[in-house]
Antibody
Framework: EVQLVESGGGLVQPGRSLRLSCAASGFTFDDYAMHWVRQAPGKGLEWVSGISWNSGSIGYADSVKGRFTISRDNAKNSLYLQMNSLRAEDTALYYC???????????????WGQGTMVTVSS | EIVLTQSPATLSLSPGERATLSCRASQSVSSYLAWYQQKPGQAPRLLIYDASNRATGIPARFSGSGSGTDFTLTISSLEPEDFAVYYCQQRSNWKWTFGQGTKVEIK
């Protein structure tokens, strides 16, 4: 079964850091680009960051650029998001998502995890 | 950054009716557009990719059309399980953006 399981969320104070993880199974992880997408409570979806299969290409939303760092470990079938200088507006459910297209970043995300909640508050 | 604008914000329809959802891009995205369905408490589900291709397991009542800046998701006859929020998404270089969503609610 193809599966993505996020972890690492929690309550954190403004200005602090948090690292999210996403464990992948059921597919050849190192064939696909991977992404983080977030959803603030009651709001829509926001793409946060994406990374190519070999970490050679990386992108960030303007709202997190310079504060968040995406990475992956293909040997461990894992995706990560290091979040620094957290703000109240980063409060959201963070989803890990698999790109649909093998080899290059495609145009759609076909597998999603259930998300991990990050709350930034003092 | 390419902005996607979805309309209407809310669509009130009855089961069996046809739903037509619109997504407009601030500049051309070619056919690089996807549609997702999200139900409360669930992760999004991919419905349509590359503007008009149904994802695996998606029923034929869902169809997508358009290219350039104007796109449409059509649900030919609404089933009870189709009442949800729908998002469009585009990719431009290494940035992806979502529309703000259209809620399809029971009338």
């Amino acid at each position: 079964e193809v599966q993505l399981v996020e972890s690492g969320g929690g309550l954190v104070q403004p200005g602090r850091s948090l690292r999210l993880s996403c464990a992948a199974s059921g597919f050849t992880f190192d064939d696909y680009a991977m992404h983080w997408v977030r959803q603030a409570p009651g709001k829509g979806l926001e793409w946060v960051s994406g990374i190519s299969w070999n970490s050679g290409s990386i992108g960030y939303a303007d709202s997190v650029k310079g504060r968040f760092t995406i990475s992956r470990d293909n040997a461990k079938n894992s995706l990560y998001l290091q979040m620094n200088s957290l703000r109240a507006e980063d409060t959201a459910l963070y989803y890990c998502a698999k790109d649909k297209t093998a080899g290059v970043a495609g145009n759609a995300f076909d597998i999603w995890g259930q998300g991990t909640m990050v709350t930034v508050s003092s | 950054e390419i902005v996607l604008t979805q309309s209407p914000a809310t669509l009130s329809l009855s089961p069996g009716e046809r739903a037509t959802l619109s997504c407009r891009a601030s500049q051309s995205v070619s056919s690089y557009l996807a549609w997702y369905q999200q139900k409360p408490g669930q992760a999004p589900r991919l419905l349509i990719y590359d503007a008009s291709n149904r994802a695996t397991g998606i029923p034929a009542r869902f169809s997508g059309s358009g290219s350039g800046t104007d796109f449409t998701l059509t649900i030919s006859s609404l089933e009870p399980e189709d009442f949800a929020v729908y998002y469009c998404q585009q990719r431009s270089n290494w940035k992806w953006t979502f529309g703000q969503g259209t809620k399809v609610e029971i009338k």
